[in-house]
Every structure is written in structure tokens, then in C-alpha cells.
């Protein structure tokens, strides 16, 4: 669900500026970076930090249903700009 801001359901106060791996690695559309990435968050799972790792699957969840003015999905987004 997006609200006014277009940022779904996630509060304002909750929205940061990715860690800059992610940004760098989403920048350069690298699935090498991201796969280092989600290795850490393994490190996560292995050392008991559940809180933490619920945040970050909700968080998941919450992105890749969020929409822009145009109703699309970063899915969308994505396939649109594909070859581009």
C-alpha cells in the first residue's frame, strides 16, 4: 500500500539512505555484490539476531510491493528498463 509520500506503509522516520554496498551494488546492478551482502545477513541468523533479521525480511516484503505515482512495482520498473 503507498501512501500520500509514496513510500508504502513505511514510516518516514524509518526511511534511510541504503548502506552503501547495497546502494553501490543496486547502482551497478551487480548480483555478485548483492549475493556478498546476503552472506552477511547470514552472519545475522547464525549469531541469534532475530529482531534484526525480521526487520530486514519485513522490510523485503514492504519494498517489493511498494508503487510509485504510475502504480508500478520496482519489478516493473525493472523489466521496463531491461535492454535499456
Known amino acids: 500500500m503507498t501512501d500520500s509520500h509514496g513510500t508504502g506503509s513505511i514510516p518516514p522516520e524509518n526511511l534511510s539512505t541504503p548502506p552503501a554496498g547495497l546502494y553501490d551494488a543496486a547502482i551497478m546492478g551487480s548480483v555478485a555484490a548483492l549475493d556478498d551482502l546476503l552472506k552477511q545477513y547470514w552472519k545475522a541468523a547464525l549469531t541469534g539476531h532475530l529482531k534484526f533479521l525480521k526487520q530486514l525480511f519485513e522490510l ?3 519494498l517489493a510491493s511498494e508503487q ?3 502504480k508500478c512495482t520496482p519489478r516493473h520498473l525493472a523489466v521496463l528498463s ?3
Open 82 to 84: 531491461y535492454g535499456t
Open 60 to 62: 523485503i516484503l514492504e
Open 68 to 70: 510509485d505515482l504510475e
